[in-house]
């Protein structure tokens, strides 16, 4: 089983969600470090930063899906694929495949961790 941290419209309620994600084994809530999260308009992105967090659902998910998820966020190019350490809610750890965005973004675009999730 591959794990994938969603924090935007692949979470539950997510305007992407059901369409990739239903069927799947969704594992919990979790939370990045290292991470900040902004919203990009109608859609979010995180981007490395130190001290930051991003609160999001971590599933379990097959390569196939993986992979038309990696279509859904342009892997390469808008948004690059990359492992990290998710916290659980639960305080175990694991680690999951989370979408990092690749393009610039505004200071005033970031979302405060207490705002989080992301809603659009």
Do not use: C
């Amino acid at each position: 089983m591959i794990r994938v941290f969603v924090y935007g419209t692949l979470m539950r309620g997510g305007h992407y969600h059901q369409q990739f994600l239903t069927g799947h084994k969704f594992l919990g809530n979790g939370v990045i470090s290292g991470y900040a999260l902004y919203g990009l308009g109608s859609y979010p992105g995180v981007v490395p930063e130190k001290g930051e967090q991003v609160r999001g659902e971590v599933y379990g998910i097959d390569w196939k899906t993986l992979h038309k998820i990696d279509i859904l966020e342009d892997n390469g190019s808008l948004y690059n694929r990359k492992r990290v350490r998710v916290v659980m809610a639960d305080g175990r750890t694991t680690r999951a495949y989370v979408y990092v965005w690749n393009g610039p973004v505004r200071l005033e675009d970031r979302v405060a961790y207490e705002d989080q999730p992301w809603s659009g």
